[in-house]
């Protein structure tokens, strides 16, 4: 198993405040700033999509740089390849801008700058220790962990829960 980091949902603790959205549109616009940032243009956009479902489920999804990524095998500029950090990244000067990675994303979360007819997706903030989007959560339903630390996490919980018979 990899030591490489992912970002993982807690369902349950998302309240749809979109903190996660404005934290990482500002990370990706020129000046860094939520004051600034809404003057420039383009404006920035976000990579994270939150999603509200029936019974008031809301549901933060993102780019899971899937192992077998469909995009990576799809792209026929080589605009997207595989980082030093285990993220698939799209490289915006390669990109020609056919919707080919688009199509093929089983998660709909690459998105496509329209103004500049490039794809764009979660790039996992290469030049932060912890992502925007994980950073600003407030209550912490996004996790920035790797896959056998998270689910030691919730090993742990399940177990309290069923010691406390809190999950019946």
């Known amino acids: 198993m990899s030591n490489y980091k992912e970002i993982f949902v807690k369902t349950d603790k998302c309240t749809g405040c979109l903190t996660c959205k404005i934290a990482c549109a500002v990370e990706h616009s020129e000046t860094k700033s939520l004051f600034s940032a809404i003057r420039e243009s383009p404006r920035p ?20 740089h899937c192992e077998e990524a469909p995009c990576l095998n799809a792209c026929i500029s080589g605009a997207i390849s595989r980082s030093d950090t285990n993220a698939v990244i799209t490289d915006a000067g ?5 919707w080919t990675c688009v199509m093929v994303c089983p998660y709909g979360v690459i998105g496509r700058d329209q103004t500049l007819a490039k794809a764009f997706r ?3 903030c290469p030049d932060r220790e912890i992502p925007a989007c994980v950073g ?25 829960e069923l010691l406390t018979r809190e999950g019946a």
């Open 136 to 160: 600003a959560c407030p209550t912490q339903a996004l996790v920035y962990e790797t896959v056998d630390g998270f689910s030691k996490t919730k090993r742990k919980t399940v177990s309290r």
């Open 45 to 64: 956009v976000s990579r994270v999509y939150v999603e509200w479902l029936p019974g008031n489920a809301k549901v933060p999804v993102l780019c899971r």
């Open 122 to 124: 979660c790039d996992r």
């Open 94 to 98: 390669k990109c020609i801008g056919c």
